[in-house]
């Protein structure tokens, strides 16, 4: 059985929890703290030396970390991946800019504001702009599609509305947004997702 | 054929360069200067609306935006990916790793100090450090080894390899780095790399 070591505030880890119980992967979840700096410790850092959740201990011993990369290994031959080469190259575009462009920016400011207490008033205008951009890429991408990519559910999306679904904690009003308000809904639904927002 | 926009002073464009080159695969290059807001134009944004190079133009006229997606798809059942499982989820490991603590790091250092003309000194100490600490993590990594994962090169070392060879752009010293210092100068031999530090 595979060990996902995560914190469940943290969309990134929630990713890799929703992902596993989608296809029917049996985990243990340990319950990492990342605001006591409980990936900071010796041993949490002898098996992922950039000390972040989440990190998985596959059924051999072996370390993994890198939420996208944990989803792309766990969701191999399954359907969150599509099929046709265009389609995964473009889900792998989304898995790229949700690193680069949209958790820097939407998880950060979710972060500032609900785990560090500091006021919205006081988070770097610079940055919001930044996660309001993505929010409205998103929304012109969505309009008139059920999912970011091809027909169905796939690991775009389950990677996009891990911190998506958090974005009123930072916030951000997704009724700004009603694509991306009723893409939500719909990954949660079909995932289904359990957990609180 | 392929048409690549790029700017040639990008490490994340010219990743897609040498994984074409490396491949055999033909392609146009054509110049977008990303300090003069040409991936800004409106047609641009109608090829990529997040506004980034590089973006590629498939021979079928589908468009496809970022660097590690592109050369993800490029290389696809080539030996730049790994046949074994976990090998290839050690290089997706890294792929979102260096889009997360690297090139926000070490490629943003060198465009404020190298294209804004901002002095070294007045660069954020927070980041500079975010970006040693990157360079030390991969010197522990490489350390007795040759390539980042498995025994040979792939697109694991190629996206690493494209800022970190700038690095010195940015003010650092890879003589801190030995392990880097050597894998660089590895894998511009290795691909080979022929576009100029």
């Not at 595979?2 to 990713?15: E, P, Q, V």
């Not at 809904?185 to 609180?196: F, Y």
């Amino acid at each position: 059985m595979i060990t996902i070591y995560g914190d469940r505030i943290s969309g990134n880890c929630l990713k890799v929890k929703w992902t596993a119980e989608r296809l029917a992967i049996p985990f243990t979840w340990i319950d990492v703290n990342v605001v006591n700096r409980e990936t900071r410790t010796e041993t949490f850092l002898a098996m992922n030396p950039a000390g972040q959740v989440p990190t998985i201990v596959l059924e051999d011993g072996r370390p993994l970390a890198q939420s996208n990369a944990i989803i792309l290994h766990l969701a191999e031959r399954s359907a969150l991946i599509p099929a046709d080469a265009y389609e995964r190259a473009k889900m792998f575009e989304w898995l790229f800019w949700e690193q680069y462009s949209h958790e820097p920016t939407i998880a950060v400011v979710r972060f500032q504001v609900k785990y560090l207490g500091k006021p919205r008033s006081e988070v770097d205008p610079a940055l919001a702009a930044r996660a309001e951009a993505a929010l409205a890429l998103m929304d012109r991408a969505l309009s008139g599609r059920q999912f970011l990519v091809g027909a169905q559910l796939t690991l775009a999306d389950i990677a996009l509305v891990a911190y998506t679904r958090f974005a009123a904690d930072g916030g951000f009003d997704l009724a700004d947004y009603p694509a991306v308000d009723a893409w939500v809904r719909r990954v949660e639904h079909e995932l289904p997702i359990r957990d609180p927002r």
